[in-house]
């Protein structure tokens, strides 16, 4: 994470020393008025004989006044570019770097704590980033222009008694400042936990209304939302106590140049008019104690912000782009599986136990099981989304770690069964965003997913676009979409994880055939609980606690009187009931 906040900063160092240039050239302009103010004053005993030079300090004045809007505005346009382009990049960065996590870290993240880490987090950091750009140098310029100019052209003792209760505050910050830490690190726990339940809300709204849980949801948001307010209170709490010590200690500072600067007048040590400025050079110090507190709370708020996306930054990435020393783009698509076991991390037992399989390019594998057996877990280690212990999986005759992922992917088309749409249009679910595809292949594509009958009576027909998580359409209209991606896509590997359950059985055994003639000269696996989806595979394998407990075809299957059987009479007999009742 360091790296990349370093890096995205280099991009923009000359603006940066431009805004920084322009703010020191406001700071020191800033100290004129006053100047000019205290001469008018001393010049006002002699009104007579000063009345063209009171003229020209005034006209002075406006000018000064005018240049430093100019100034201001220049600073100000480059303040806005940097800290929004800054937010804009380490955004895209972190994004990026998200989509490139392995899949058994992201698991691990909850919905709500992502979304924390976009809104919260990175606005944190662009935020603290505005206030070092432009309140850092604005106090550092204030306090060095500021006293050099109360010692050189007013007196040095006075600066010096002025300077005590500053010094005073800035004990007060420091010692106060750990209470903002701490407080604000319970306050962010507070706001992840509050997000992720809003994100659990909203994703299960159905559910809650079908089984009427408005109530029980809306008092845990409130009991929830209850602990926010606390947390953020208790942030507000030290955050304003800092100020109030600093605005007591600025308030000394004009106390003791009003007595001890009125002492130098009367015995002639300074004028009225020097006092006057000194009072406006006070005056300039406004901002930056009130900004002080403020920048270091936010420093604070910004190293708990960076801590927890750096963590982020520390997980393992997967070698998307890695080199490629691969003969080839394009894979055949014969799979060799041996001896194959395997573990989540984090879990003791085995989710698969001594797996051995080999299925030819032309060849249709379908597997059977309960859930929980193992299904899944074989097709995400074929994807590699989990690592995959070498000489395990060989795809044309090549060990599946020395494919690289991208090439891999790339000639696999997974239909997983979360059957997962986007909240875009249907064109663009169907071709993934890709703008390779022509409308007529799209729509083609979706004739042998027989759902272009359906999406003729939408709207605007394959260019509607679908609520959140295709929340628009039915189970059925959503794996037809999906399996659309299958007939789109030209991958010499298919995989159909249980995207047939929400099909009745005409509708299944239509695609399915359009699924056999697609898949002649490619690798096809089908997986399912429903023995009609997998009988006229070439193969059929049953996997029950991670292992393959039956292999062979449909008939052999069935005459072994074993647990594709039975799959087979139970939903043969509730076949038959369902057409009688």
Same mark, same amino acid.
């Given at each position: ?68 809007? !100019? ?37 691990? #993240?909850?919905?709500?704590? !992502? ?12 935020? @603290? ?46 010692? +106060?400042?750990?209470?903002?830490? @701490? ?14 339940? !809003? ?90 104690? *009130? ?18 996306? =750096? ?8 070698? !998307? ?15 060799? #599986? ?10 003791? =037992? ?13 060849? @249709? ?9 193992? *299904? ?5 280690? #074929? ?23 991208? +090439? ?6 997974? +239909? ?136 062979? *075809? ?18 043969? @007999? ?8």
């Amino acid at each position: 994470m360091k790296e990349v906040i370093i890096e995205t900063l280099k991009k923009y160092k000359w603006k940066i020393l431009i805004q920084v240039l322009f703010i020191g050239i406001n700071i020191y302009l800033l100290t004129y008025p006053s100047i000019i103010i205290g001469n008018i004053i001393d010049m006002l005993y002699d009104l007579e004989n000063n009345k063209q030079e009171i003229l020209n300090n005034t006209y002075y004045l406006i000018g000064i006044c005018f240049i430093l809007l !100019i100034v201001r505005g220049i600073w100000k346009y480059f303040e806005v570019i940097i800290v929004r382009r800054f937010e804009r990049d380490v955004k895209v960065n972190f994004f990026k770097r998200f989509l490139k996590l392995k899949l058994k870290d992201i698991q691990n #993240i909850k919905n709500g704590e !992502i979304m924390s880490y976009f809104v919260k987090d990175i606005n944190e950091l662009r935020s @603290t980033a505005y206030r070092i750009f432009s309140h850092g140098p604005r106090i550092g310029f204030t306090f060095i222009i500021a006293i050099f100019q109360m010692i050189q052209s007013v007196n040095l003792y006075l600066t010096i008694a002025v300077m005590v209760p500053i010094i005073v505050g800035a004990y007060c910050v420091v010692k +106060i400042k750990a209470y903002v830490e @701490t407080s604000f690190k319970k306050s962010q726990e507070m706001f992840t936990q509050m997000s992720e339940y !809003i994100q659990e809300s909203t994703d299960s709204i159905r559910t809650t209304k079908a089984y009427s849980c408005e109530k029980s949801q809306l008092k845990e948001f409130i009991r929830r939302n209850k602990r926010v307010k606390q947390s953020n209170n208790a942030v507000d709490v030290f955050s304003n106590l800092i100020t109030l010590c600093l605005n007591i200690c600025f308030g000394s500072c004009y106390a003791i140049s009003l007595i001890y600067g009125s002492k130098l007048v009367i015995e002639g040590t300074i004028t009225i008019g020097e006092l006057v400025t000194f009072n406006g050079y006070i005056g300039l110090f406004v901002g930056p104690i *009130k900004w002080l507190p403020n920048l270091i709370s936010r420093f604070k708020r910004a190293q708990i912000s960076y801590k927890r996306l =750096d963590e982020i930054y520390k997980l393992d990435l997967e070698k !998307i782009n890695e080199k490629n020393t691969f003969k080839k783009d394009r894979l055949d698509g014969n799979i060799q #599986i041996r001896n194959l076991s395997f573990s989540y991390p984090g879990f003791i =037992d085995n989710a698969l136990k001594n797996i051995n399989l080999d299925i030819r390019k032309g060849e @249709t594998l379908g597997i059977l099981g309960t859930i929980g057996s193992g *299904k899944t877990t074989l097709m995400n280690l #074929i994807t590699r989304l989990y690592n995959v212990p070498d000489g395990k999986i060989i795809i044309d005759g090549k060990d599946i770690n020395q494919i690289p992922i991208e +090439i891999l992917r790339n000639n696999i088309c997974y +239909i997983t069964q979360d059957n997962f749409l986007f909240s875009s249009s249907l064109k663009d679910n169907i071709s993934l965003f890709k703008e390779e595809y022509e409308d007529e292949e799209i729509k083609d594509s979706t004739k042998k997913a027989i759902v272009y009958e359906d999406i003729k009576k939408m709207p605007e027909g394959i260019n509607t676009v679908i609520g959140e998580r295709g929340g628009d359409l039915s189970g059925g209209q959503k794996q037809r979409i999906a399996i659309s991606r299958a007939f789109l896509k030209e991958s010499p590997i298919l995989i159909f994880d249980d995207t047939f359950s929400a099909l009745d059985n005409k509708t299944s055994e239509k695609l399915l055939q359009n699924i056999k003639e697609l898949s002649k000269e490619k690798t096809c696996i089908i997986i399912s609980n429903k023995v009609s989806d997998v009988k006229n595979s070439d193969k059929i394998i049953v996997l029950d606690n991670g292992n393959i407990v039956e292999s062979g *075809k449909h008939d052999e299957l069935i005459s072994n009187k074993g647990i594709y059987s039975q799959f087979y009479n139970q939903q043969s @007999t509730k076949a038959e009931s369902d057409f009688l009742s």
